[in-house]
């Protein structure tokens, strides 16, 4: 069994970009995994040699609120079928409340979790993620998923985790 990494975090944050990112040379989807259901998008990623599986969660809809709405079941359910756990933030927004509760979340389920910082593109990534220090997450990486920047040291430092 692939190692499988659960994208997660409020709308906007670049799940589905880093998703492609990590995604971006693999035409095949998962199309067999167990449990397997329509709002959870699957592919296969690979660095260097190992290869993993990612779970980007969509479907959460940026209209409702509050953390029933965010942690949406099909996040929930990536999460439980995850081995690796990254929740996104946006640089360009800093620490938002829903990431807060996000971060409750996961540790009221005891779940590791890794943070990535998206969007640094433009900015000192010691800066980007200064904001997000009062989390006090252990493991943060600073990336910009559009540009792929920071990307491969993000994945392999979190493989080397399981
Ligand atoms: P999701 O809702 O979490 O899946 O977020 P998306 O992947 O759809 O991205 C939301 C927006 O953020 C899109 O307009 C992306 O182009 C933009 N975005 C994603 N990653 C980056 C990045 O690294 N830098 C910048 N500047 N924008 C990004
Ligand atoms: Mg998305």
Known sequence: MLPAIALVGRPNVGKSTLF???TRSRDALVANLSGLTRD?????????DRAFIV???GG??????????VMAEQSLLAIDEADIVLLLVDARDGLNPVDEQLVQYLRQQSREFHLVVNKIDGRDPDVAVSDFHSLGIASM???AAAHG??????IESVLETV
């Open 55 to 57: 779970i980007d969660t």
């Open 20 to 22: 492609n990112q990590l």
């Open 149 to 154: 920047r920071g990307v491969r040291q993000m």
């Open 60 to 69: 959460v809809s940026g209209d409702e609120e509050g953390i029933d709405a």
């Open 141 to 143: 990486h600073a990336i």
């Open 40 to 48: 959870r998008k699957y592919g296969e990623g690979r660095s260097e």
